[in-house]
């Protein structure tokens, strides 16, 4: 467990991206791509292609909903049951445990593109927000007291420390299924461009796009991004009122994690789904037509 308070680094860590250090975690990244482009040079087909696909969906929603709208900024409410199954799905995306994920996703909103920030595109350079501060095994570490609320769940905790789980047995699932390309596509080529689009909030959404609201940090929307990561693009409305489920803030904004979650409203597995004040919505409104 890391020695820090709140947003403070451990001790002895200083973030810089100069001092990279990571070659295992490097490897292991570069392999997984590796594979995943053997994939595209063995046999490809619609079963192939459709497991790759469900693969990514149910990730991705994983990820969304789970590691973000729900862990790291508390958007609904679920059962204690349910918020395990959003948060093993969430790890079966291979992005490290939940706790893991969300207190450095806390520690961004706290501190977006301030010194803490580990991942900032405007100090630190594109590259190093997308994907280097995830390989530099400096920040491997938990820092628990950022989440306090999850931290007192046992099995949250096991999960965070057992995160290859999950992912492994994902990709024996997608070997029984399909074989060793249904292994490439279900596992590592889905995984290789979850990924990425998650990546792209931390690195294009800070760089490229429009910024309806005015924030003190310099996050923007993106509507390709929004599409491709079912909700996830549109962070400068989440920037500016993080504790709403809805990332999309207006019709003409698809959020289809915001679809899924109240449909699930619907079936009672989540609730009391927090929107976004009127006071948000009229202000956005003014500032940006559809
Ligand atoms: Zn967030
Ligand atoms: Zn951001």
Not at 17 to 37: C, D, I, K, Q, S
Not at 220 to 239: M, Q, Y
């Amino acid at each position: 467990m890391a020695l820090a308070l709140n947003n403070d680094l451990p001790v002895g860590v200083v973030h810089s991206p100069e001092r990279f250090r990571g070659t295992v975690n490097l490897l292991a990244f570069g392999g997984v791509h590796l594979v995943a482009l053997a994939a595209l040079f063995g046999p490809i087909n619609l079963k192939l292609v459709g497991i790759a696909i469900v693969s990514f969906l149910i990730r991705k929603f994983g990820i969304t909903a789970g590691y973000h709208r729900y862990l790291s900024h508390r958007t609904f409410k679920t059962s204690r049951l349910f918020q395990f199954v959003l948060a093993w799905i969430g790890c079966s995306a291979a992005q490290k445990g939940p706790l893991w994920w969300s207190s450095h996703h806390r520690v961004h909103h706290q501190e977006s593109d301030g010194p803490r920030d580990l991942h900032s595109a405007v100090r630190d350079g594109f590259w190093w927000a997308h994907v280097g501060w995830v390989l530099d095994s400096r920040y491997d570490y938990t820092d628990y007291r950022v989440v306090p609320d999850l931290a007192r769940f046992g099995e949250l905790r096991w999960l965070n420390k057992n995160s290859l789980i999950p992912p492994i047995l994902l990709a024996a699932f997608c070997l029984l299924l399909g074989g060793l390309p249904g292994l490439l596509w279900g596992f590592f080529v889905s995984t290789v461009v979850l990924w990425h689009t998650t990546f792209f909030i931390n690195s294009a959404c800070h760089l490229f796009g429009r910024r309806r609201f005015e924030t003190r940090d310099t996050s923007r929307n993106s509507a390709i991004l929004a599409i491709l990561t079912l909700g996830e693009g549109w962070h400068n409305n989440h920037h500016y009122y993080p504790s709403s489920v809805a990332q999309g803030f207006y019709w003409w904004e698809i959020d289809v994690t915001l679809y899924v979650l109240r449909f699930l409203e619907k079936c009672g597995l989540v609730w009391d789904l927090r929107r976004p004040p009127d006071r948000v919505l009229a202000l956005g409104k003014s500032r940006t037509a559809p």
